[in-house]
């Protein structure tokens, strides 16, 4: 199995402050078809998990600019350019190009 | 809109079954591999079961391999999870996921599964 190491795993941030949260797989993520499917979720308390990111950079519809994703291969990178209140939560990298599909363990976003 | 409602959850004792239901909506279900996902209380996401189009491919997390068995309706647009010899370590909210070719887009509200006696 692929497994999916975060770093931090908890970040007190500042508001207006950027955030940036790493995310490092144990083999390449290239899949055959030549796509990366590396994902990000968060999953603010209480509720499920909603996709921000998908195939590394690509923002899904309605997430807003100031979060960006980068990276290739095994090393990945999940940046917030000015953390708001409604960042707060939990963040997960997520691998989709092999079964079985898996997760990385979460960091915590709060506020300082 | 799609949806994807997952029910059936509920308190179970260790050692006994629960089948889980997930009714989808708004898209044509027999196109897609639906997955099962998990997250105990408190903790992170886990990939637990999937299927492929028309049930001929089903594959299982080790954790669970041997006691769960993943299936689906497509006339009825209804996936399951049946659920035997549960233990504690089971006891989880279940999320039934579309696959988008290598990520997730729609979470239910997921069926919390506990065990306990």
């Known amino acids: 199995d692929i497994v999916m190491t975060q770093t931090p795993l908890s970040s007190p941030v500042t508001l207006g402050q950027p955030a940036s949260i790493s995310c490092r797989s144990s083999?390449?993520?290239?899949?055959?078809?030549?796509?990366?499917?590396l994902s990000w979720l968060h999953q603010r308390p209480g509720l499920p998990p909603r996709l921000l990111i998908y195939?590394?950079?690509n923002r899904f519809s309605g997430v807003p600019d100031r979060f960006s994703g980068s990276g290739a291969g095994t090393d990945f990178t999940l940046k917030i350019s000015r953390v708001e209140a409604e960042d707060v939560g939990v963040y997960y990298c997520?691998?989709?190009?092999?079964?079985?599909?898996?997760f990385g363990q979460g960091t915590k976003v709060e506020i300082k | 809109e799609v949806q994807l409602v997952e029910s059936g959850g509920g308190l179970v004792q260790p050692g006994g079954s629960l089948r889980l239901s997930c009714s989808a909506s708004?898209?044509?279900?027999?196109?897609?591999?639906i997955h099962w996902v998990r997250q105990a209380p408190g903790k992170g996401l886990v990939w637990v079961s999937v299927?492929?189009?028309?049930?001929?491919?089903?594959a299982y997390a080790d954790s669970v391999k041997g006691r769960f068995t993943i299936s689906r309706d497509n006339a009825q647009n209804t996936l399951y999870l049946q659920m035997n010899s549960l233990t504690a370590e089971d006891t989880a909210v279940y999320y039934c996921?579309?696959?988008?070719?290598?990520?997730?887009?729609?979470w239910g509200q997921g069926t919390l599964v506990t065990v306990s006696s």
């Open positions: 996921l579309r696959g988008e070719g290598g990520y997730y887009v729609y």
């Open positions: 708004g898209f044509t279900f027999s196109s897609y591999w």
């Open positions: 299927i492929n189009t028309d049930g001929s491919f089903t």
């Open positions: 083999q390449s993520l290239v899949h055959s078809d030549g796509n990366t499917y």
């Open positions: 195939k590394i950079s």
């Open positions: 997520m691998q989709g190009t092999q079964l079985p599909w898996t």
